[in-house]
């Protein structure tokens, strides 16, 4: 096992910067995931950690060692892809013991680790078949089996979930997370699904157009986001944003509704926001029924079961809200929507960023 340090890592084709300059740290033993919207530049930083790419300034270190020189070969990771890259005319314990032959392991070190592998991930049955034989579900077990029995320093993992179907993935997420819990061994995992993110990650590194935008465990994302595309990001459905302007001790939203104002971050509070205009995060589930809220006006219910989700207007801001109990909302209706302001967040509408406490 191993660190990972990436500081100030710089790729560009060209004249296009594609990542402007990143640095991560992830620890011995971490589970660190790199979520961000497509094309942000999380396979590309994925590629340079295992030496598939080059990098064009910064550096990367694996444990004490500098590797930006190193070939993919020796650097002593390995990776997991999203289509798997397996060889279809060899078997399961061929394509898993590939690597060792390779690297000219003796046959019966080679056999002992492929059933090692094949042990934790449930697939000694399946040693002789072929890839054209198995579901998603087991080709995905069979391209992890070939990482573990490599017993690399780090594993890499670029999205190896999107080709599953929804139940599949939700599965294969707790198998990947307690793998990880058995084995400890250094994680870095590309998603650009933030609930895989959540649910798997020690540590959280949002990207966004080839930078950081925030880094932390995932509960402090979704509590403390820095900014509005990280508050956005992270949760589902995302959080709502109303606009409107600090006056008198309140938020005020056009229409003359008021909500409750956090406490503001240290400083000036919240007079350095441009013009007193400000936007309100508040959560969908975060928004509670209750006398003398604001008036939302329902315009569309989607029940699920366990929760309803109402989407419907505050003046003429859309908003989102998520109840947990069983209501009768119809289309039309009018609900009083309390918010509670310590689980509320004032963004500058300009920089995006948080400046509540
Ligand atoms: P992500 O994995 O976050 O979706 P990528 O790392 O694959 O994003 O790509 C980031 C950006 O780099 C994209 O805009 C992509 O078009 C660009 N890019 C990736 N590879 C190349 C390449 N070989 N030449 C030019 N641009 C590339
Ligand atoms: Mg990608």
Known sequence: ????????????????????????????????????????GKSTLLRMIAGLEEITDGE???????????????RDIAMVFQNYALYPHMTVADNMGFALMLKNAPKQERDSRVARAAEILGLNKLLDRYPRQLSGGQRQRVAMGRAIVRDPQVFLFDEPL???????????RGEIKGLHQRLKTTTIYVTHDQIEAMTMADKIVVMRDGLVEQIGAPLDLYDRPANMFVAGFIGSPSMNFIEGRIEEGAFAVEDGFRLPLPQAGSGSGYSGLPGGNAVYGVRPEHMKIA???????????EPTGSEIMVMGRLGSQPVTCLFRDRLSVRPGDVLSIAVDPATSHIFDPESGRRTNA
């Open 1 to 40: 096992m191993a660190s990972v340090s990436i500081r100030n890592a710089v790729k560009t084709y060209g004249d296009v910067g594609v990542l402007r300059g990143v640095s991560v740290d992830v620890e011995d033993g971490e589970f660190v995931v790199l979520v961000g919207p497509s094309g942000c």
């Open 60 to 74: 990367i270190a694996i444990g004490a060692r500098v590797v930006n020189d190193l070939r993919a070969k020796e």
């Open 162 to 172: 999107s080709n599953l179907d929804a139940k599949l993935r939700v599965q294969m």
């Open 291 to 301: 006398e003398g809220g604001a008036p939302v006006t329902v315009e569309i219910v």
